[in-house]
């Protein structure tokens, strides 16, 4: 359900090449975005209205029409008796998740959020390198991605300068920290095995919106260990040339892993040895579908997040994000 960007360049060519998943129907109120999503990934069905597109028989749907529309969806899912792979946010607020959460609980079908970065090569290798102790016990994660979401100015037909509507549209969605900041907590929860005790966040405003475009969160989970995420929008946002910034570094009390799309390395540095793999993109769409094709065979979520699991990110975002705004410091006049 939804034939925009993110099913365009991810889900629907991963969908087509996974074993055991089966394009049957695409839908989206959008009728010539539906149509040509059908023809480009052999669709045999195309629908503009969710009673026909359900109607159609569907095991499972994925969902990612923009977030105001997931609540409707899943509820209809979860009405028709089909498994949900839906994209983040889960909804549109905690009230709304937990309305999702229950329809499909009640309906005994099963609910995942596509938080994609899990099932990269670079996050499975630190999981695993975690789970085996590789670096003793984590203490401390630094999880940085800073960059300009493509330009805050693009040029229109007449070659005029003006906002770009989909840097513009994020940040009134509430910014970094919202939009792409849920992957880095849903990643530090997940590698740490523990939940978030508490959260505090500082921000800075580059560009003047509600909403801090480059934020500092801190996060102190259940046993102890902490974490920093660092989520920016408007690094080099107005430059010719951009430089993009993407780091994991997990530190623990025997060693440290470090990944940084900037030469894709990804190692860990123990007492004993420096282990090296090749580092990779930080999303796999092929590899999430893949998982949700053996949930579908097995019931059994193995490392999909859950619809709880969509909720709690989403919540510490815009929690962070709120309290920044709350603090945001207010310089007084300087004589
Ligand atoms: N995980 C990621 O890396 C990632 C990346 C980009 C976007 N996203 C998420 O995916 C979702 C979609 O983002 P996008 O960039 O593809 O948006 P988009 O606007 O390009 O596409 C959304 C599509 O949904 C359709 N739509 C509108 N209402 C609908 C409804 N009621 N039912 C079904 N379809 C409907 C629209 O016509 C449009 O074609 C958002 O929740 C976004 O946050 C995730």
Redesign the pocket.
């Known amino acids: 359900?939804?034939?925009?960007?993110?099913?365009?360049y991810?889900h629907l060519p991963a969908i087509v090449k996974t074993p055991g998943l089966e394009l049957v129907a695409v839908?989206?109120?959008?009728q010539e975005?539906v149509h040509a999503a059908a023809e480009k990934f052999g669709s045999p069905l195309a629908f503009t209205d969710?009673k026909s597109f359900f109607e159609s028989g569907l095991d499972a749907v994925l969902?990612?029409?923009?977030?105001g529309?997931?609540l409707?969806?899943v509820k209809n899912a979860a009405e028709y008796g089909v498994h949900v792979l839906c994209?983040?946010?889960l909804a549109m607020n905690d009230a709304e998740s937990e309305e999702a959460i229950a329809a499909m609980d009640s309906a005994g079908r099963m609910l995942f959020t596509?938080?994609?970065y899990r099932f990269s090569p670079v996050a499975l290798q630190i999981k695993a390198w975690v789970q085996q102790g590789v670096i003793g016990e984590v203490r401390s994660l630094r999880l940085i991605y800073i960059w300009d979401l493509h330009g805050q100015y693009e040029q229109d037909v007449d070659g005029e300068w003006v906002e770009s509507p989909r840097w513009r549209g994020r940040m009134l969605e509430g910014g970094p920290m919202v939009?792409c900041g849920v992957?880095q907590i849903d990643l530090a929860r997940w590698w740490t095995g523990q939940e978030v005790a508490r959260s505090s966040a500082n921000a800075a405003w580059v560009a003047e919106y509600e909403a801090p475009d480059h934020v500092y969160m801190h996060m102190d989970h259940e046993r102890g260990t902490h974490t920093m995420v660092e989520m920016s929008f408007t690094y080099g946002h107005t430059v010719r040339e951009p430089r993009h910034h993407f780091s994991y570094h997990l530190i623990g009390t025997g060693g440290v892993i470090r990944y940084d799309r900037n030469g894709w390395i990804l190692e860990a540095r123990t007492g004993q040895e420096t282990i090296r793999v090749p580092g990779g993109s930080e999303?796999n769409f092929g590899g999430m579908h893949a998982a949700f094709a053996e949930a579908l065979r097995t019931g059994e979520p193995g490392h999909l997040p859950s619809g709880r699991d969509g909720l709690i990110a989403t919540h510490l975002a815009r929690t962070a994000t709120d309290m920044a705004i709350a603090n945001r410091f207010t310089p007084t006049a300087v004589p």
């Open positions: 359900m939804g034939c925009g960007v993110v099913a365009d991810g839908m989206d109120p959008n975005r969710a969902i990612c029409s923009p977030a529309a997931h409707a969806n994209e983040k946010p596509g938080f994609v939009d992957h999303k």
